[in-house]
């Protein structure tokens, strides 16, 4: 019966996303305990905050460096249907900061911390004074779990490079951070 719940929930999952969640479905039935308990990694890696913007700049930063298309198509997806400015993710994807508004913030802010790069602080500061704390937060969260997904993916079997997210009609090439 979980099974069964468990995947019905995955179905609608992939048919809300445009996503292929094959590899839970085969978590699914090994072991329905693992999947409910990756279910619970939602809880964290969608904490969203006041602002949308951060969030998403923060879960497409870490997702990007955890370096799965499928997932990073996913977040970028989920994050457009959330009301983010498709232009803004761009700009993320093709690293135009300047043009990426609160988007870029938070995308930088998340390699920041990823990296352990002395900019962070700055950039935690400058989330705190435009949206408060709870968008710092968010940020830190999305930062830290948006990584997690590729990760086990790929330990899964299911891994895939990310070479281009699409929006809307066009697809753009990431670029990726240079050390």
């Given at each position: 019966m979980i099974k069964a719940l468990l995947h019905r929930m995955l179905r609608k999952f992939e048919s809300d996303f445009d996503y292929d969640?094959?590899?839970m479905h085969e978590?699914?039935?090994?072991w329905p305990g693992g999947s409910l308990r990756y279910l619970g990694l939602s809880i964290f890696s969608q904490t969203r905050g006041p602002e949308a913007e951060i969030?998403?700049?923060a879960v497409?930063?870490?997702?990007?460096?955890?370096d799965?298309?499928?997932?990073?198509q996913l977040v970028v997806n989920m994050a457009v249907k959330a009301g983010v400015d498709p232009d803004q993710?761009?700009?993320?994807l093709r690293r135009d900061f300047?043009?990426?508004?609160?988007?870029g913030l938070a995308f930088r802010f998340a390699e920041a911390a990823i990296h352990d790069r002395p900019e962070v602080d700055t950039l935690r500061v400058a989330i705190f004074h435009a949206y408060g704390q709870k968008a710092v937060i968010a940020a830190s969260y999305a930062a830290a779990s948006g990584r997690v997904y590729p990760v086990?993916?790929?330990?899964?079997?299911h891994g895939q490079a990310c070479q281009q997210i699409r929006l809307g009609d066009t697809d753009h090439t990431v670029v990726r951070l240079t050390a």
């Open positions: 969640a094959s590899y978590v699914t039935d090994a969030w998403a700049g497409i930063a870490s997702t990007l460096e955890g799965c298309g499928p997932c990073a993710i761009a700009a993320c300047e043009r990426a508004g609160a988007v086990l993916k790929r330990g899964l079997g």
